[in-house]
């Protein structure tokens, strides 16, 4: 590695604050760092002072605001409100990194920003820069996005099934849920359709996915901007070593529960044995909901290890579970086989042998790393993008199923015992696990030296290298 020197070209990154935006993008500068050069990874003042753990000492941080610099998010009246001051704030604040930058040995070459903040490729333009936005959710759905933008697509949907290159036919439960449930949260929707603002000016379209998962939409995105794809951003892949070596180098906005508590509860449980359920750093379930599961999972017979997070912690039925004072657990009260955990170390336990399927909302970074650690999972979207991407993980790779919900909007306990079942123990579960395993070796050419996604992004390095020469 060259040191900070050495280093030709620097990369401001800015993620979009919250959990699921910068793990990608986080891992992305580790890469760009490991290629030679200078990346710079500015969030919002509160996300850097709610830190849990240090970044990878390949990248430095510095902070952009959103104008909530106490409380972030969670002080805003609306997403609207926030968006609104969060585009007013970060707009100045990056400009004033920018001039910062300029007086030092590593003026800024250029901006990478998540997709859904389009004005800092105004921002990146207006000082001359390459501007890069970075799209962290699936190539399909940017894709469907891209066309309602555009018009080519009408809400509500007029036609079904819709076709579209690459895609089975998707009926209305499987485009995102901001087209499926026609008029839900206005302001989200605006915000992904927003991504295509300007995309016209960007230089470069940083996808997180890989070639061969989506190539034919790939492709035919590839004719309407410059797409790269540059995934998955997973550290064990392109670092080439386990997962743990590099973990502590993520950014959690929660606090671990004790890691050595999970490693030691899974090393216990043979290969393939432990079911893993975890709805990412967002969705939120209804209480008869998390009844339904907690059911579910238990009539299901196998272990499970469940991340509630905090917030969610009073829905899980306090007839199952009791406080393990302890270690600050949870243990199931009877058999003493499940753990309940706040928040853990999602790839170092999804990577262990010990798991045998992901009960998952279908995240985006939730479904790439299961794809890449090659582990089939359960489905249950909860909404934005998970709804197609439990479309693509059922019917087009093939490495699990997705649960059906009742009339009553609820997914009752029979349905996730089965769907569990499905994937853990029936001939079709071990479709799906050999299927799985097929796309975590193809993810992982694709992020090795010479893969589609490490050219891709060699030619990225190499062309902000030589910007200056
Ligand atoms: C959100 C959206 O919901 C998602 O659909 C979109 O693609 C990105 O933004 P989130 O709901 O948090 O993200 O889900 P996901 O994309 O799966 O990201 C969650 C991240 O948190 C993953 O990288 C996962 O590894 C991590 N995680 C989750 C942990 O590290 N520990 C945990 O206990 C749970």
């Not at 915000?191 to 190539?215: C, G, I, P, R, S």
Request: hydrophobic content about 40%; some cysteine; overall charge negative.
């Amino acid at each position: 590695m060259e040191d900070d020197k050495g280093c030709r070209g620097h990369v401001l990154l800015v993620p979009y604050p919250s959990q699921g935006h910068i793990n990608p993008m986080l891992q992305f500068s580790k890469r760009l760092a490991s290629k030679g050069l200078k990346a710079t990874f500015a969030t919002t003042v509160f996300i850097f002072n709610s830190m849990k753990a240090d970044t990878s000492p390949l990248v430095g941080l510095d902070t952009i605001s959103d104008g909530y610099d106490s409380g972030g998010f969670a002080e805003a009246e609306s997403i609207h409100t926030y968006i609104t001051r969060l585009e007013a704030a970060g707009s100045k604040t990056l400009s004033d990194l920018i001039v910062k930058y300029q007086s030092t040995d590593h003026p800024v070459d250029c901006i990478v920003y998540d997709s859904i903040l389009p004005w800092a490729l105004d921002v990146a333009k207006e000082f001359g820069l390459v501007g890069a936005p970075f799209f962290t959710q699936a190539c399909a759905v940017n894709y469907i996005y891209y066309l309602v933008h555009h018009g080519h697509l009408r809400v509500p949907v007029e036609s079904l099934p819709v076709c579209m290159p690459g895609l089975p036919p998707l009926e209305l439960r499987d485009m995102p849920s901001f087209i499926y449930v026609a008029g839900s949260y206005p302001a989200y929707f605006e915000m992904v359709l927003h991504q295509f603002l300007n995309t016209d000016k960007a230089d470069w379209v940083l996808v997180n996915t890989f070639y061969e998962l989506e190539a034919e939409v790939v492709d035919t995105m590839s004719k309407l901007c410059p797409v790269s794809t540059i995934g998955p951003t997973i550290p064990s892949m392109y670092l080439d070593k386990r997962v743990e070596d590099d973990i502590e180098y993520g950014l959690n906005l929660f606090t671990l529960d004790k890691s050595t508590l999970i490693t030691d509860w899974l090393r216990s449980k043979p290969p393939s044995s432990v079911v893993y359920v975890s709805f990412g750093s967002l969705s939120s379930l209804g209480r008869i909901q998390m009844e339904e599961l907690a059911w579910g999972l238990k009539q299901s017979g196998f272990q499970f290890l469940w991340v509630v997070r905090a917030s969610e912690e009073d829905k899980v039925p306090k007839h199952m579970l009791k406080l393990e004072a302890d270690d600050g657990a949870d243990h199931d009260e009877k058999s003493e086989k499940s753990l309940i955990v706040n928040w853990c170390p999602q790839l170092e336990v999804l990577s262990n042998e010990a798991i045998g399927c992901f009960f998952t909302h279908c995240g985006w970074n939730s479904t790439v790393e299961a794809l890449s650690v090659g582990v089939p999972m359960v489905g249950m979207p909860q909404w934005t993008d998970q709804t197609t991407d439990a479309k693509l993980i059922q019917d087009v790779w093939e490495v699990g199923v997705r649960v059906r919900v009742d009339e009553d909007g609820v997914v009752r306990r029979g349905e996730i015992e089965g769907c569990i079942r499905e994937v853990m123990d029936s001939e079709r579960g071990k479709e799906m696990r050999r299927n799985a395993r097929k796309w975590k070796a193809l993810g992982r050419e694709a992020m090795i030296e010479g893969g589609s996604s490490d050219k891709n992004i060699d030619a990225f390095v190499s062309k902000i290298k030589n910007r200056r020469a």
